[in-house]
């Protein structure tokens, strides 16, 4: 006769008696909890994000944007015409993850968005157009498609559009990792901004941005990139470069025909911002990336063409400028339908700083 074995999630279910009743009210009135009441939601066997894998739209994003800067003024108060990417699974909250914030913001012509500055890192990255300059820390930073440009935690910023049209990007941060970890400070700057000129070049980029150079005068490492723009035409020449290479037979690429950069501060090698990492993806028409599962939020942004993206077990289609997130452990991969280019951010920093972080790659045929 075969032993009957307990399962172990039954091993310490006690009997139901007035004394345990009366154990639990205890409990309650003091504030504590039985940690075997609730093990398997304190400690699952995987990750079990509230976040949802979720494509947002720029068909629909872009028309609400230019709608909003007919409707909505920009001034002290709002701050900012950015509207927050709000994932279905966050309860409400205007948050593409548990710990990063997606928008976008739309600037009209000729306005100005006052400065001010807060202890959440920041970044914008231009889909299209041009026009507008962020003034960070005194430092005016021209805006121009396909350039990704910086505001570090603690930096007064603001914007100006010194042009008849109306400019919409997406912007970055970390709030809700800062807002989890009660970090958050924030501060009132100037009504408009400290520098309205129109540089071709920030004084950051003309003493940073040469490749391979740093300047000896205040060399130091720095938290966060000193760099205010990263330019389109370095970040296009550099995944251009890499796939020529794959096809002269070098090892140039993360996988066949996918190209890949990092955005890095150069004081350090590592990433711009100790809680979000920057990259940029292309892959040749037809390529696709593996099956991946990882710990931690990914955000990508349709640059230009389309392809297919499978968030869990539900394929895309996406196409320029659709925003999609990819929540802690959800399968995903991405295959390019023509040549497809991806912006991407990501909260990896943090959890390698803490050592959580964790990839899994399915193999395949390919």
């Given amino acids: 006769m075969s032993e009957t074995v307990t399962p ?18 205890g409990f309650e009135e003091n504030h504590l909890i039985p940690l075997w ?24 994003l872009r028309p609400l944007a230019e709608r909003a800067g007919d409707l909505v003024p920009v001034g002290r108060g709002g701050e900012r015409r950015a ?9 409400g909250r205007a948050y593409i993850s548990p710990t990063l914030w997606a928008a976008i913001q739309q600037l009209g012509p000729r306005e100005t968005a006052p400065e001010h500055r807060h202890s959440q890192n920041a970044f914008r990255f231009v889909t299209s157009g041009e026009g507008v300059w962020t003034v960070v820390n005194g430092d005016p930073v021209r805006m121009s498609r396909g350039d990704f440009l910086l505001t ?26 800062a807002y989890q970890m009660d970090s958050g400070f924030f501060e009132f700057g100037s009504e408009r901004v400290t520098d ?25 490492r720095t938290v ?4 205010g723009a990263y330019r389109w035409e370095h970040t296009d020449a550099a ?22 950069v990092r955005f890095a501060n150069p004081t350090t090698g590592g990433d711009v911002m100790p809680t979000i990492r920057a990259q940029f993806h292309r892959l040749r028409e037809g390529a696709s990336t593996p099956v991946r599962q990882e710990v931690g939020s990914n955000v990508y942004q349709v640059f230009e063409g389309t392809g297919r993206v499978l968030l869990g077990a539900t394929e895309h289609t996406v196409e320029h400028g659709d925003i999609f997130v990819v929540p802690s452990w959800c399968r995903f991969r991405v295959q ?9 951010f990501s909260d990896t920093p943090i959890f390698e700083g803490l050592g959580l972080y964790r990839e899994f790659e399915e193999e395949t045929d390919r």
């Fill in 37 to 60: 009441t609730q093990l398997d939601d304190l400690m699952p066997q995987t990750p079990q994000p509230k976040a949802l894998p979720w494509v947002w739209r720029w068909s629909a």
């Fill in 8 to 25: 172990v999630e039954n091993a310490m279910q006690p009997e139901d008696t007035p004394e345990l009743r009366a154990l639990y009210r």
């Fill in 83 to 91: 509207i927050g990417l709000a994932n279905p699974g966050m309860g």
């Fill in 336 to 344: 390019a339908e023509t040549r497809l280019d991806l912006f991407h």
């Fill in 196 to 220: 309205e000129a129109t540089p071709n070049f920030s004084r950051s980029e003309r003493l940073w941005a040469h490749p391979g150079l740093l300047p000896l005068a205040g060399l130091r």
């Fill in 239 to 260: 995944l251009t470069d890499q796939l020529l290479l794959e096809g002269e037979g070098m090892p140039a690429t993360v996988g066949p025909g996918h190209a890949a």
């Fill in 224 to 227: 966060s990139s000193p760099i």
């Fill in 152 to 177: 570090p935690g603690w930096h007064f910023h603001g914007h100006h559009n010194e042009t008849d049209e109306s400019m919409t990007w997406i912007d970055g941060l970390d709030i809700p990792f």
